[in-house]
């Protein structure tokens, strides 16, 4: 009788993007770890990102799955004619799963790391709305415009500034 698979066991097509994932993050780039430095644990206005995440036969470098980003740090093996034509299937391919792709290349990173983000962040914002946005109602949502200065305190008035309040202790 023949040996069935758990049903909780990964595929080895899957197992193996999972050792290639964490191989290639055991040997990023200074680019790719300065990045994955500024966009873990949620640090860009709170989007969620994955490292060398696998998308069908491709890993993208970064992604952001609520907002279908990937970013792409490329180093200069990629200007190559070869490599220029890969990455323009690997983009297409991308894409037609829905992604948009940013590609920035290692001195990008490295010299201008707050312009790189600010454009994600701008794509980001672009893409999808804030990941935890404010409440659209709560406590006092509807109770009208708050008091302008001085409306609505009751202030000691010539006339009642002799009299006391029988309620309190003199």
């Not at 893409?127 to 200065?149: I, T, V, Y």
Request: some cysteine; overall charge positive; proline content about 8%.
């Amino acid at each position: 009788m023949p040996v069935r698979a758990s049903s909780s066991s990964l595929s080895r097509s899957r197992e193996r993007a999972g050792v290639r994932a964490r191989a290639l993050r055991q040997n990023s780039t200074e680019a790719e770890r300065l990045m994955w430095s500024r966009l873990r644990d949620r640090r860009l206005a709170g989007h969620k990102f994955r490292r060398q995440h696998p998308q069908g036969p491709f890993f993208a470098d970064f992604a952001c799955l609520d907002a279908m980003l990937v970013v792409e740090v490329d180093g200069g093996q990629h200007y190559e004619p070869d490599a220029v034509a890969a990455d323009a299937r690997r983009t297409a391919a991308l894409q037609r799963a829905g992604f948009e792709v940013l590609r920035f290349d290692n001195r990008q990173v490295l010299a201008e790391t707050d312009a790189v983000l600010a454009v994600i962040l701008e794509r980001l914002q672009a893409r999808s709305p804030h990941p935890n946005p404010l409440p659209q109602a709560g406590e006092g949502a509807n109770q009208g415009p708050l008091p302008q200065a001085g409306e609505g305190v009751e202030r000691d008035t010539p006339a009642s500034a002799g009299q006391r309040n029988p309620r309190s202790s003199p």
